[in-house]
């Protein structure tokens, strides 16, 4: 347990020995206040050399500051027993440990959750890696592409008549680093009854394949497989368009009955003429109960489209604040940058990185009244080495 108290994980120390499918994890930690240890080999972590960088040099990633934002750095040598040691005597200080190599690559440097059990009763070991600890897969490599494969998600993504597609970040990674951030934090409750520490093993590919939904239940219940529909959600066996261009950009419209009815009544009152009566357009909706024909669908599609193209996505987006319609702009990243919400909220903030200068970086996607969220700096490879080292042999005993 670490000796700061600052933020609601502030008592609590993590180890973090993970690559990029990991790294979020301990990020939300550590901006919740805990102290965490980022573990570097001598040549530094390899996704200090992750773009996009700033300059041409190892110090420079932007990658790394983001990932890595409020963590400590010491440096170990894992092939060396005297440093495999330093880090066995840590883990008697700390509650956590999250890493992401193959199953057995621990355990064979004497590092895995049996060789320390004894050693470091209370420690909380996440493993997360692609496909589980288990199973005829769990050996196989794998990167954040095939997470989105696996999992069944880019079945979905895509037009119909083409190939799937990748989403167009980094989803899968970050996605399973939250699952194992919420699964550390029920071990803890767990050690608050019992006093001891468990292994949870995160599984990227089933950490997706939680992410499917509705498509997975039609699958359960009548054997329907969901087809990729571009910018339409995909509904059972038929696809509701959802994306629309307008006067700047694009917006995203919600068809539920009670949002078409509203439709109707905006464009009324701007002095359109819908050629079907509102009742009419709630068997529209992605759950109408009335299908219409194409016909009807490619009549109904063209007069929203002449609507959303003769308004901005902000005038848009207001009017349909005002007349309860379920409709928001596409907002690119300037968008998001400038966001009067996100600023009013202080999302963004800036820090000043010691090897990169000024910054502005993303923050809490939270707020919390009494142990509000801590932004930080990314560390430099080993930075604190001495100080963390030192700070074990003075530690105190565990207990929650």
Known sequence: MSQTTNGALGPYRVIDLTADIGALSSMVLAGLGADVIRVEPPAGHPTRQRG????????????????????????????????RERLRGLCETADFLFESDAP??????????????DRAPQLIYVSITPFGQTGPKSMWAASDLIG???????????????????????????????????????????????????????????????????ARLYYEMDGI?????????????????????????????????????RLHRWMT??????????????????????LPTEDEIAELEAEIEQFFAAHGAQALYESG??????ICP?????????????????????????????????GAPLKMSATPWRTRTAPMPGQHSLEVLEDRTQAQPIGD
């Open 52 to 83: 996009p960088m700033l300059r041409e040099d190892t110090t420079s990633s932007l990658y790394w500051a983001q990932m890595n934002a409020g963590k400590r750095s010491i440096t170990l040598d894992l092939e060396d027993e005297a440093d």
């Open 321 to 326: 604040q005002h007349f309860n319609v379920m």
């Open 330 to 362: 596409v907002n690119t990243m300037q968008d998001i940058v400038d966001s009067p919400q996100l600023n009013a909220r202080a999302f963004f903030a800036e820090v000043d990185d010691p090897a990169l200068g000024r910054l502005m970086v993303p």
């Open 269 to 290: 009152a701007e002095g359109a003429e819908p050629r079907f009566n509102a009742e009419r357009w709630a068997s529209f909706a992605i759950a109408g109960n009335t």
């Open 148 to 214: 989105h494969v696996s999992g069944g998600l880019s079945s979905l993504v895509g037009d119909p008549d083409r190939a799937p597609l990748r989403p167009s970040v980094e989803q899968a990674y970050n996605i399973t680093a939250l699952n194992a951030g919420s699964a550390a934090m029920i071990a803890l409750h767990a050690r608050h009854l019992t006093g001891r520490g468990q292994h949870v093993d995160v599984s990227m590919q089933a950490a997706m394949a939680n992410t499917l939904g509705n």
């Open 104 to 117: 057995g690559n621990m355990p064979a440097l004497g590092l895995g959750f049996e060789d320390l059990r």
């Open 225 to 261: 497989i969901t087809e990729r529909a571009g910018g339409a959600r995909a509904f059972a066996d038929r696809a509701t368009r959802i994306i629309y261009p307008c006067a700047d950009g694009y917006v995203a419209f919600v068809r539920v009955p009670a949002s078409m009815i």
